[in-house]
């Protein structure tokens, strides 16, 4: 090889690299937005997530999130810099795929029509698996005793059983969901900052059902389900949304969440703004 182009090609590799670690200093160095998002699981679609949050919490109430789906990215070092913490995702990963495209909405709308693929695709046994660590919960219930905030919504409650600080944050433990339908959620508290001005709505999700187990005291919000439809032995209502100090920092759950037009209902719109005020201590 000609000796000018061995130092042309040398130059430019000397420039490519060069200027990747200007991009990632750039990066490294970015100013973080107020909140972190964790969002989005095989059930709950990112984009909603991030359409409904963006609106309403980042456009409308002026408080930036930063979005992010992969789950490995919640730790200490990502949260150092933030104010508010959102999370809105379920405790499950499935690396090995799934058993069927059934948690696909497009196949589903169009009838579940038969699966060809040729070649077929192998087959291989669809298991779940529990992504939260050790480290990753200590380093949410660390980031809130320290006077960091959390909003935990919707399905959060699934990640409580595989971890116990995450647990203690949330207060709760989920005990499944129905299939979705119509139901209530009830004011049972309007004396706090976040339930102030909000009305009882009805919204067509899924109900979550949740051991609640902190004090009865912080308790915010009921689902009922009017029509009388239960839920295996625990009834047709269940806690649906409380609030509290934890350490130096805040905490608030909120139940509603599975489609954009829950995010979107006008009361749930107010429940989430005055919670983001409360959390950040806004008044």
């Not at 291989?124 to 005793?145: L, N, R």
């Not at 949330?170 to 339908?181: K, N, Y």
């Not at 919204?203 to 389900?225: A, G, R």
Request: aromatic fraction near 8%.
């Amino acid at each position: 090889m000609p000796t000018e182009k061995l130092l042309t090609r040398r130059t430019a590799l000397a420039t490519c690299a060069a200027a990747s670690t200007t991009l990632l200093q750039r990066l490294s160095a970015r100013t973080k937005a107020t909140a972190f998002a964790l969002i989005g699981d095989r059930y709950h679609n990112s984009d909603y997530i991030r359409t409904g949050l963006r609106r309403t919490i980042d456009r409308e109430l002026g408080v930036s999130i930063d979005f992010c789906d992969e789950v490995t990215m919640l730790d200490a070092e990502t949260l150092d810099g933030y104010k508010l913490l959102i999370v809105l995702r379920d405790g499950m990963l499935w690396p090995d795929g799934y058993a069927d495209e059934s948690s696909n909405a497009g196949y589903v709308a169009t009838g579940r029509p038969p699966i060809v693929s040729e070649p077929p695709v192998p087959k291989t046994e669809a298991k779940q698996q529990f992504w939260i660590t050790a480290e990753q919960g200590k380093a949410v219930k660390q980031f809130v005793d320290r006077g960091g905030a959390a909003l935990l919504m919707h399905n959060v409650t699934y990640i409580s059983p595989s971890n116990a600080d995450f647990r203690d944050v949330l207060g709760a433990v989920t005990e499944g969901h129905p299939p979705i339908r119509k139901f209530k959620v009830r004011v049972v508290n309007h004396d706090h900052p976040i339930t102030r001005g909000v009305n009882d709505f009805v919204v067509t999700d899924e109900q979550h059902f949740m051991k609640y187990e902190k004090d009865p005291k912080h308790l915010l919000l009921e689902s009922v389900n009017e029509d009388g439809a239960t839920y295996k032995n625990l009834g047709a209502k269940s806690a649906a949304g409380w609030a509290y100090d934890y350490g130096k920092g805040r905490v608030c759950y909120l139940a509603p969440g599975h489609m954009l037009t829950d995010l979107w209902n006008p009361e749930y719109v107010k429940l989430q703004k005055n919670a983001v005020r409360w959390l950040l201590r806004q008044g």
